[in-house]
């Protein structure tokens, strides 16, 4: 298997203290959907993992009967990381929980190390408080740095607050954080499709038709394209930079002109997107094969494949 292929996807989670991180990480625990996820964790008592959970605890690594594996990191990130890749089976995901007055940005190159790749930074904001803290002369700097490492926002307990006022901290959410995307969510509860990328509205499509969406769940909605054309990489470029900011995550395997006999893995988290070689084809005729993921009722699937095919039918070069 082709070594890119096999890198370990690395998502860290941070947020300042009290803003749902801890309810998250359990949710993402409880709801793994299969995946070995591997937690790298400051505090195994800060997690209160559930106890039915728990299958057996070995020094700083407590192992988990749905596959999943904790490891603390008070001995050290590259201590912690080289425990992860001499699991067997490998995780098939790393998520590091940034402590709550830490800069995620400083961690994510961590996701860049051999065996990993950096999949994006999620940051967690308390809709009701984030603002005044922002503005704290002793915590807004910390506050405001991670808002802007962020690739995704999750906003939690918008119960709490009412649909004017969550308006206005969406807005400033975009004036500060201009490059991010933005989850409403309630009790740290987040469709695992949005944090993970990991479900079947994610897997690359097997039909030829090229315009599909379906609901998997009623908070979002998908969708699909397929087309046998191989791009050039400004095209790709192109459709990414004028995607919608409803769109949270896409994934594609791709043909591209540059590569003509390797496939392209595309992944995007929020506006970080990454294009790495897969396998060769060999026998199995060349194709763009696209998903993508967002909030529903946010974005026109149509709309979306008319975009993609504007984007790739403008010439390279003028």
């Given at each position: 298997?082709?070594?890119?292929?096999?890198k370990?996807?690395?998502?860290?989670?941070?947020?300042?203290?009290?803003?749902?991180?801890?309810?998250?990480?359990?949710h993402?625990?409880?709801?793994?959907?299969?995946?070995?996820?591997?937690?790298?964790?400051?505090?195994?008592?800060?997690?209160n993992?559930?106890?039915?959970l728990?299958?057996?605890?070995?020094?700083?690594?407590?192992?988990?009967?749905?596959?999943?594996?904790?490891?603390?990191?008070?001995a050290?990130?590259?201590?912690?990381?080289?425990?992860?890749?001499?699991?067997?089976?490998?995780?098939?995901?790393?998520?590091?929980?940034?402590?709550?007055?830490?800069?995620?940005?400083k961690?994510?190159?961590?996701?860049?190390?051999?065996?990993?790749?950096?999949?994006?930074?999620?940051?967690?904001?308390?809709?009701?408080?984030?603002?005044?803290?922002?503005?704290?002369?002793?915590?807004?700097?910390?506050?405001?740095?991670?808002?802007?490492?962020?690739?995704?926002?999750?906003?939690?307990?918008?119960?709490?607050?009412?649909?004017?006022?969550?308006?206005?901290?969406?807005?400033?959410?975009?004036?500060?954080?201009?490059?991010c995307?933005?989850?409403?969510?309630?009790?740290?509860?987040?469709?695992?499709?949005?944090?993970?990328g990991s479900?079947?509205?994610?897997?690359?499509?097997?039909?030829?038709?090229?315009?599909?969406?379906?609901?998997?769940?009623?908070?979002?909605?998908?969708?699909?394209?397929?087309?046998?054309?191989?791009?050039?990489?400004?095209?790709?470029?192109?459709?990414?930079?004028?995607?919608?900011?409803?769109?949270?995550?896409?994934?594609?395997?791709?043909?591209?002109?540059?590569k003509?006999?390797?496939?392209?893995?595309?992944?995007?988290?929020?506006?970080?997107?990454s294009?790495?070689?897969?396998?060769?084809?060999?026998?199995?005729?060349p194709?763009?094969?696209?998903?993508?993921?967002?909030?529903?009722?946010?974005?026109?699937?149509?709309?979306?494949?008319?975009?993609?095919?504007?984007?790739?039918?403008?010439?390279?070069?003028?």
């Open positions: 298997m082709d070594q890119m292929e096999t370990i996807p690395f998502t860290v989670i941070g947020g300042y203290l009290g803003v749902g991180k801890t309810t998250l990480l359990n993402i625990l409880r709801h793994n959907q299969g995946q070995r996820i591997a937690l790298l964790i400051n505090d195994f008592g800060s997690i993992i559930d106890a039915e728990i299958e057996s605890a070995d020094g700083d690594v407590i192992n988990l009967a749905n596959g999943c594996i904790c490891c603390s990191l008070a050290g990130f590259l201590i912690a990381i080289n425990t992860i890749l001499q699991q067997d089976p490998l995780p098939d995901r790393v998520i590091v929980e940034a402590s709550g007055v830490s800069d995620p940005s961690i994510a190159p961590y996701g860049l190390t051999p065996g990993f790749t950096l999949d994006g930074v999620i940051v967690v904001v308390d809709t009701e408080t984030v603002q005044s803290k922002a503005v704290d002369k002793y915590i807004g700097k910390t506050v405001l740095q991670q808002l802007k490492s962020a690739d995704l926002i999750i906003l939690n307990k918008t119960d709490l607050v009412t649909n004017q006022y969550k308006q206005e901290v969406i807005d400033w959410l975009r004036q500060t954080s201009p490059q995307r933005i989850i409403e969510a309630q009790y740290g509860v987040v469709g695992i499709d949005f944090l993970l479900a079947a509205a994610l897997q690359p499509p097997t039909s030829q038709d090229n315009n599909h969406d379906h609901t998997d769940d009623s908070a979002y909605q998908s969708w699909s394209y397929v087309s046998d054309t191989a791009l050039t990489l400004p095209q790709i470029e192109r459709f990414v930079n004028k995607l919608p900011k409803s769109i949270l995550r896409a994934k594609g395997v791709l043909y591209l002109e540059e003509p006999d390797q496939q392209m893995i595309f992944q995007l988290v929020g506006q970080r997107w294009l790495t070689p897969g396998f060769e084809w060999g026998n199995i005729k194709k763009n094969q696209w998903t993508a993921i967002g909030l529903q009722n946010q974005f026109d699937p149509s709309e979306l494949s008319q975009l993609l095919e504007d984007c790739t039918l403008t010439p390279t070069k003028e």
